[in-house]
Nanobody, 125 residues
């Protein structure tokens, strides 16, 4: 069982940067691949980024690559999402998620087992 708690969301202006954090409970954090997803009002949940168990591999959703960076610190049981040049269309609730490690990273939300409650990011124009 893994419990995930996101933090770092808030109201920012277009062009600003933001760092989201997701703290995980348990001693087996390093055995899980971690992902970030987001959901805007009235839209389906969207894949943002994923990181491998030891952090050496990453995978991004198409519109996020180049502006968002996922990383993790296994010593702190924490995964991060660094977002730069934020746009109003980045406004959403951002969720972190975990799934047991596998051969390849994935953006399919159904393959993630544990989810946090989400943190709201609002980008004003």
């Amino acid at each position: 069982q893994v419990q995930l708690v996101e933090s770092g969301g808030g109201l920012v202006q277009a062009g600003d940067s933001l760092l989201l954090s997701c703290a995980a409970s348990g001693r087996t954090f390093s055995s899980y691949e971690m992902g970030w997803f987001r959901q805007a009002p009235g839209k389906e949940r969207e894949f943002v980024a994923a990181v491998s168990r030891n952090g050496d591999a990453t995978y991004y959703g198409g519109s996020m690559k180049g502006r968002f960076t996922i990383s993790r610190d296994n010593a702190k049981n924490t995964v991060y999402l660094r977002m730069i040049i934020l746009k109003p269309e980045d406004t959403a609730v951002y969720y972190c998620a975990a799934r047991p490690g596998s051969i390849s990273l994935t953006g399919h939300s159904a393959q993630y087992i544990f989810w946090g409650q989400g943190t709201q990011v609002t980008v004003s124009s």
